[in-house]
């Protein structure tokens, strides 16, 4: 009997789901069999999985998190993690693993790929969208839409007190959700980690909008931009103008995967099938164009995803 293996890995995304159900119906419509490794690549090296089949995967297309769990396994930055990882692989005859997971996970997928012959496919799955090899990652069209929910009340807000909100989202070390988020809210400034901001610009910025009237605003600020709680006070000081802080946090990562996270799952846990079965392995398959393609795990895991800026400049001229 072929075994495929499958787990999730690194910060959960809704969709991942969609994408286990996926990969576990069309693997076992091939004549696979598949283990589901728990927690990601940790029970890859505890050798702790489950068998799962057409029906463990019913019922979860539109529940966010991840029915295996998902874990950042520190073991596995190890070369000794990685080797009983790979032994894993082998005891078990797996013959195709499938990784679904963000950018941690391909670097893992990398590493491990060195130590085995089991072929690897990853299906990028994380709100951060930073995976190079694909426009979209699966959950981030989730976390955006959860994001724009939210801000659109506190614009509600902003506007009776007539105050400025920073409105912080994740991202720690990128800046694709805070960029769409930003532009889909008409945000009047947007904070990036790829950008260093300038308090002065963000304070003309206000002081200029309070001049045509715009008595209110929103900064949307990615995490990893910096301290907004000192951001917030220091614009408060220099404008006059009363400043809130509100972090969105954790609920960005939860909730049901919109349609479309829930069918880039499905699409990308069936480009990633048929590559294992067509030996084609040590990808991470993605969205290029609008079409489902693939990328090298290597070519993945040593480029950076540009972010372009220029739609920076396009959120200012919305925001006048
Ligand atoms: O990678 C997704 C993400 O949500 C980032 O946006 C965020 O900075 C990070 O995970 C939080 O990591 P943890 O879940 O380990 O706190």
Same mark, same amino acid.
């Given at each position: 009997?072929?075994?495929? %293996?499958?787990?999730?890995? %690194?910060?959960?995304? /809704?969709?991942?789901? =969609?994408?286990?159900? =996926? ?7 091939? @004549?696979?069999?598949?283990? &589901? ?12 999985? !489950? ?25 596995? *930055?190890?070369? $000794?993690?990685? *080797? ?11 013959? &195709? ?27 990028? =799955?994380?709100?951060?969208?930073? +995976? ?19 801000? $659109? ?10 105050? +400025? ?8 070390? !990128? %800046? ?5 988020? #930003?532009?889909?809210? #008409? ?5 990036? /980690? ?16 309070? =001049?045509? @009237?715009?008595?209110? #605003? ?21 404008? %006059? ?18 349609? !479309? ?8 846990? $069936? ?50």
């Amino acid at each position: 009997m072929k075994i495929m %293996g499958i787990l999730t890995s %690194g910060g959960d995304a /809704p969709g991942m789901n =969609a994408a286990i159900r =996926a990969v576990v119906r069309i693997a076992y419509s091939k @004549g696979y069999n598949v283990l &589901g490794f728990e927690k990601g690549w940790e029970g890859l090296i505890t050798n702790t999985f !489950r068998q799962l089949t057409p029906r463990s995967v019913g019922g979860i297309i539109n529940l966010g998190g991840t029915i295996l769990l998902t874990s950042r396994c520190s073991r596995f *930055r190890e070369k $000794d993690g990685i *080797r009983e990882a790979a032994k894993t692989l082998a005891l078990n005859k797996v013959d &195709g693993l499938v990784f679904i997971g963000g950018n941690g996970s391909v670097k893992g997928a990398f590493e491990l790929s060195k130590e085995t012959d089991t072929l690897i496919v990853g299906v990028p =799955a994380t709100i951060d969208n930073d +995976v190079y090899g694909t426009d979209e990652t699966i959950g981030f069209d989730t976390a955006v839409n959860t994001a724009v929910a939210e801000i $659109d009340k506190i614009r509600d807000t902003a506007i009776s007190h007539e105050r +400025v909100f920073i409105v912080e989202v994740m991202g720690r070390k !990128r %800046g694709f959700l805070a960029l769409t988020i #930003g532009l889909t809210v #008409g945000a009047e400034v947007i904070l990036v /980690p790829e950008e260093k901001h300038e308090t002065h610009e963000i304070i003309e910025t206000i002081r200029e909008n309070g =001049a045509k @009237g715009k008595r209110s #605003g929103i900064i949307v600020a990615a995490e990893g931009v910096g301290n907004t709680h000192k951001l917030a006070r220091k614009i408060e000081r220099k404008t %006059g103008a009363e400043v809130r802080l509100s972090i969105l946090g954790y609920a960005q990562r939860g909730g049901n995967p919109t349609a !479309r996270s829930r069918l880039l799952a499905s699409l990308f846990a $069936d480009e990633a099938v048929r590559l294992l079965l067509e030996k084609h392995g040590n990808k991470v398959v993605g969205l290029g164009d609008g079409k489902i393609t693939s990328v090298d795990l290597k070519k993945s895991c040593e480029t950076e995803k540009p972010l372009d800026l220029s739609l920076l400049k396009l959120a200012r001229v919305l925001a006048t």
